[in-house]
């Protein structure tokens, strides 16, 4: 389908556009993550927490919460501004929708980690000599796509609501539980160069990817119905 | 509650659920190496139950709104996931009863433990989403996230289960060694939960209909 | 089934909880036609119009237009704040591939914006957001023209411009206007549809 992955594109480079236009969102989100990283370090270095066994857990709950900030913004300017209907109208297919808002999610969700992982790295000082960068990089990848694909399907449900966006979060923690398993375990896995148990983790940050890729496929179309 | 008293099937439910106490307390023989708090687990297995039925329904009657959009559907889904939040509170209760003289802990992170948290927070995100207000989109919506719910579980139980058969296994909630008696029991306590579970379904689903109605006669007044 | 570039409405039913918006509507519109979308406040206007462009489900009967795109001017400007007017028009051009740099100079021109297209859509006045609604709509090349109260946010010189413009597209489309004052249409012949509780009660199609 040549115009379906047209589409998308268009899409997709007009909302990369537009957020560059406005920098605001992005910069407020890349400082909340900074600042994350920040009180998480200072607050373990206080209890001397030994860095390598808790930095995949706060590599994690701290990309959890940059997601929930960075994710909630994919229908919400458009809603506001009525544009989504014009758009719905000019995409045709609903899900070429989904697909345009999940990729444009999963880009600045990258973005901002290339800045606020490396930060955490140093800041925690877990870097050993042990790293599996691959792997690690494979991790971050994988987690982060499957954020943005549950974070893209739930930012359609909740934009529909006003008034109602504080059930983002409330909706994404219970969904997020078997993606943040494998993430931290993978990521942990990777730190202490231990592949070969790493890769079943692997597998199933891949499993949850494919599932919340495909089920969008057939649910998006009664998410923006209207 | 005076309309509850008076329905015969409240006093027949009463009636067989004193049965299955009974059952439970003298047919069921006490456990050796537990003994008398094993008895617990007829009720926070039977809840447990309840609670990944009520899902069930959650998601069948999710996927029969968006097809047919039947008000009663949702209507469904909201008095199950409401039902389903009770029992699995109630496995969420009974369960560190029981852990705790026989595992010494309260709580551990075994994957049908968590799986049952996870699913409690589902449905208090569902019933969040729902609302009960009864606005088409609402409805709309809540039935797309009960699919996704539904769809998630497995994800939840595998992830978890995996994750701790990498790990050593400290606590093993397998071998559980029931004698058939306690079977018995057990199939009598599972049965009578899931007709208490279907009769306070047909209670919440006419007062969620009777709420909604009472909501749109108030908007067609001042309208 | 269905002639091409005739929009017919058949038995049109919506149904919001228990709520019945539209209860049986049935017109038909031919090329060359301009009709009038009247009716009180909650007469289900907004519904129809926004089931015929394929944003609402319907609930029963139904809408068959076998011609080309469709264009929808709502309410709302539907535009995207942060980009330029020019961008505004470029990326929906480029949606429904009709894109061509001279047309968008063209329908710049004839809404009056042509000086203002380098500027961000959210600078500009609600009258001028309105202008530029109506030339994205007529930038996708449409055969069916929806507009939802297109002259309340307009001057009398937008609605000027409206008025050329509802002129000029008149022998190539299919127009449907909802408005409170028809007058606003001038010399401009149409056929009024008055929509009352979800019915049709004046004009429409009586054979169907």
Redesign the interface.
């Known amino acids: 389908m040549p115009s379906f992955v047209r589409?998308a594109w268009?899409?997709y480079c007009?909302d990369l556009?537009?957020e560059f236009?406005?920098t605001d969102h992005l910069l407020s989100t890349l400082v909340f993550g900074t600042m994350l990283v920040f009180v998480f370090s200072f607050a373990l270095q206080l209890v001397e927490a030994a860095p390598e066994a808790i930095f995949p857990a706060v590599l994690w709950v701290s990309i959890v919460f940059m997601a929930i900030l960075a994710l909630q913004r994919s229908f919400a300017k458009e809603k506001d501004?009525?544009?989504?209907?014009?758009l719905?109208?000019?995409?045709g297919d609903r899900s070429i929708l989904f697909y345009a808002k999940f990729l444009y999610s999963l880009t600045v969700l990258l973005l901002l980690e290339v800045i606020v992982v490396p930060l955490l790295w140093v800041f925690m000082g877990a870097a050993g000599t042990t790293v599996h960068m691959p792997l690690f990089v494979a991790a971050v990848f994988l987690g982060s796509w499957g954020l943005a694909a549950v974070g893209t399907?739930?930012n359609g449900?909740t934009v529909?609501?006003p008034g109602?966006r504080l059930?983002f979060p409330?909706?994404a923690?219970?969904?997020f539980?078997?993606l943040l398993?494998?993430a931290v375990?993978c990521t942990q896995g990777a730190l202490v160069g231990e592949t070969r148990?790493v890769l079943?983790w692997l597998y199933?940050l891949a499993?949850?990817d494919l599932?919340f890729t495909i089920?969008p496929l057939l649910?998006f179309d009664?998410?923006l119905?209207? | 509650m005076k309309d509850a008293l008076k329905s015969p099937s409240f006093w027949i439910l009463t009636l067989i659920m004193l049965i299955n106490i009974s059952v439970i307390v003298y047919y069921a023989p006490v456990e050796k190496t537990m003994g008398i708090v094993q008895k617990v687990f007829y009720f926070h297995v039977a809840s447990a139950w309840v609670g990944l039925l009520a899902l069930a329904v959650v998601f069948a009657a999710s996927v029969y709104y968006?097809w047919k959009r039947a008000d009663r559907a949702s209507v469904l889904a909201l008095a199950s996931a409401e039902i389903g939040t009770v029992f699995i509170t109630c496995t969420l209760l009974t369960g560190p009863l029981w852990a705790y003289p026989i595992w010494n802990t309260w709580w551990t992170w075994d994957p049908r433990l968590?799986t049952t948290l996870?699913l409690w927070?589902?449905y208090?995100?569902y019933i969040?989403?729902h609302g009960g207000d009864g606005t088409e989109?609402?409805k709309?919506?809540a039935?797309?996230?009960g699919?996704?719910?539904f769809?998630?579980v497995p994800?939840?139980f595998?992830?978890?289960r995996?994750?701790r058969s990498?790990h050593p296994v400290v606590i093993s909630s397998e071998g559980m060694g029931l004698t058939p008696k306690m079977r018995a029991a057990m199939f009598v306590s599972l049965a009578v939960f899931s007709l208490l579970y279907v009769h306070l379904l047909a209670i919440r689903m006419r007062a969620i209909s009777l709420q909604q109605r009472v909501k749109h006669l108030k908007a067609e007044l001042f309208a | 089934m269905g002639e091409k570039n005739v929009l017919v409405v058949r038995h049109l039913k919506k149904q919001i909880g228990a709520k019945q918006i539209l209860k049986d509507v049935s017109f038909q519109a031919g090329l060359g036609e301009l009709l009038a979308i009247t009716g009180a406040n909650g007469a289900g206007k907004t519904t129809l119009l926004?089931i015929i462009?394929?944003?609402?489900?319907k609930s029963g009967g139904e809408v068959i237009w076998n011609g080309g795109n469709?264009g929808?001017i709502?309410h709302?400007?539907?535009?995207?704040?942060?980009?330029s007017v020019q961008?505004n028009l470029a990326?929906?051009a480029?949606?429904?591939g009709t894109m061509s740099q001279r047309r968008v100079q063209e329908l710049l021109e004839l809404v009056d914006l042509w000086l203002y297209r380098l500027e961000?859509a959210a600078v500009l006045s609600r009258g001028m957001q309105q202008r530029l609604a109506i030339a994205?709509a007529l930038m996708?090349a449409p055969a069916l023209l929806l507009y939802d109260e297109p002259f309340t946010s307009l001057d009398a010189d937008g609605r000027a411009v409206l008025r050329r413009v509802l002129a000029e597209y008149r022998p190539r489309t299919v127009q449907l206007v909802i408005t409170h004052e028809p007058q606003h249409f001038g010399e401009l012949g149409y056929r009024e549809i008055r929509l009352k509780d979800g019915r049709v009660v004046e004009g429409g199609d009586r054979s169907a």
């Open positions: 589409k268009l899409i007009k556009r537009e236009r406005t501004s009525g544009a989504l209907d014009a719905l109208l000019a995409a399907l739930l449900i529909q609501l109602a059930l409330i909706l923690f219970p969904l539980v078997p398993i494998g375990l148990a079943g199933l499993a949850f599932v089920v649910l009664y998410v119905e209207g | 968006l968590t996870v927070f589902m208090l995100a969040a989403l989109a609402r709309r919506l039935a797309v996230y699919i996704i719910c769809v998630n994800l939840v595998f992830s978890t995996w994750w990498i | 926004r462009a394929g944003l609402s489900r469709i929808y709502a709302q400007p539907m535009l995207y704040g942060s980009l961008e990326f929906f480029e949606m429904y961000p994205r996708i």
